[in-house]
């Protein structure tokens, strides 16, 4: 089975900096991007970044653009998330994931996942 395994979460001011790391298979590039998604309490699981495997193209959500980096290392089958500015509002749990899309861009779309992580908690606080 196809693990992705998080690391680097915890719990920061706002203001503050963390870095996520994701370590995936080497198969795992069977797909096409690699994504975080993340989840607050009582909320969607939403993508925040993707980055599209075999161009290094890359997509934010609006609501972290600035503010977070996604890049990879493709030599060590790493996912990272440079996350800067942290707001109360960030604080959720984020997931490593694995997208198939079809298309040559990545879609940050919950169905276009084949593979998860388990997850790696964030907490901002004010």
């Known amino acids: 089975q196809v693990q992705l395994v998080e690391s680097g979460g915890g719990s920061v001011q706002a203001g503050g900096s963390l870095r996520l790391s994701c370590a995936a298979p080497?198969?795992?590039?069977?797909?096409?991007?690699m994504a975080w998604f993340r989840q607050a309490p009582g909320k969607e699981r939403e993508g925040v970044a993707g980055i599209y495997i075999s161009r290094g193209a890359i997509w934010y959500a609006d609501s972290v653009k600035g503010r977070f980096t996604i890049s990879q290392d493709i030599a060590k089958n790493t996912v990272y998330l440079e996350m800067n500015s942290l707001k109360p509002e960030d604080t959720a749990m984020y997931y490593c994931?694995?997208?198939?899309?079809?298309?040559?861009?990545?879609?940050?779309?919950?169905?276009?996942?084949?593979?998860w992580g388990q997850g790696t908690q964030v907490t901002v606080s004010s």
């Open positions: 994931a694995a997208e198939m899309t079809g298309v040559p861009w990545c879609s940050l779309r919950r169905t276009d996942v084949g593979v």
């Open positions: 080497e198969y795992i590039y069977n797909y096409n991007c």
